[in-house]
């Protein structure tokens, strides 16, 4: 079963406007990544927060982990059509090695 | 560009068949997973080698098989091919085992007939 669930699963906004996806995971953890797929293709690493960490910036990407509440959110913020593609939260749960992923939040950007 | 590339592209077998799709590694990543994404799904983690040796295993059946070589690159095997086999297989290599960000290849397309 997958470990990372996405919230929404589906998200819809105009150009310019910021959008929030919600990662929850169930185990204790090392770190998370965030991963963005353009249309059943390769994964494209967007970001590694460890779990010592509460929040890490890149560019227009914003991270948070709580890790009290076993979750994270992505905030990409002054979006654009190119940021169309769907996302997803990977977790290595604490002592394993392997990489859990969610089902994936789909975002669309209007132009 | 990740450095990590997977051949071939797209692939179309019959089922009961046998499949082989390979994955060179970024320069100097001593680590290769592979995943197996359904259509609408996340990637669901198949296994992982870690100079040359399996590290660990999801739940696949021992059809699937890996292989790792001394140069890192690497192979999934797939056996007796099923119709729900069919998927995007994905490879992503790494440092340091559990420890640094992985990176993707393409992917390869597999469709069973």
């Known amino acids: 079963s997958q470990q990372g669930e996405e919230d929404p699963q589906a998200l819809s906004i105009q150009e310019g406007e910021n959008a929030t996806m919600n990662c929850s995971y169930k185990?204790?953890?090392?770190?998370l990544q965030w991963y963005r797929q353009n249309s059943g293709r390769g994964l494209v690493h967007l970001i590694l927060i460890r779990s010592n960490e509460r929040e890490k910036h890149s560019g227009r990407l914003r991270v948070t982990l709580d890790t009290s509440k076993k979750s994270s959110s992505l905030l990409i913020t002054a979006s654009r059509a190119a940021d169309t593609a769907s996302y997803f939260c990977a977790t290595d749960t604490a002592g394993t090695y392997k990489y859990i992923f969610g089902t994936g939040t789909r975002l669309k950007v209007l132009a | 560009e990740t450095g990590v590339t997977q051949s071939p592209t797209h692939l179309i077998k019959t089922r009961g068949q046998q499949v082989t799709l390979r994955c060179s590694s970024q320069s100097g990543h001593n680590t290769v997973s592979w995943y197996q994404q359904a259509l609408g799904q996340g990637p669901q983690f198949i296994f992982q080698?870690?100079?040359?040796?399996?590290?660990g295993r999801g739940n696949f059946p021992p059809r699937f098989s890996g292989l790792q070589f001394p140069n890192y690159s690497s192979e999934l095997n797939v056996n007796a091919l099923e119709l729900d086999d069919s998927a995007l297989y994905l490879c992503?290599?790494?440092?340091?085992?559990?420890?640094?960000?992985?990176?993707f290849g393409p992917g390869t397309r597999l469709t069973v007939l």
């Open positions: 992503a290599s790494s440092l340091v085992v559990s420890k640094n960000e992985q990176f």
């Open positions: 080698y870690y100079r040359e040796e399996e590290n």
């Open positions: 185990t204790s953890i090392n770190n």
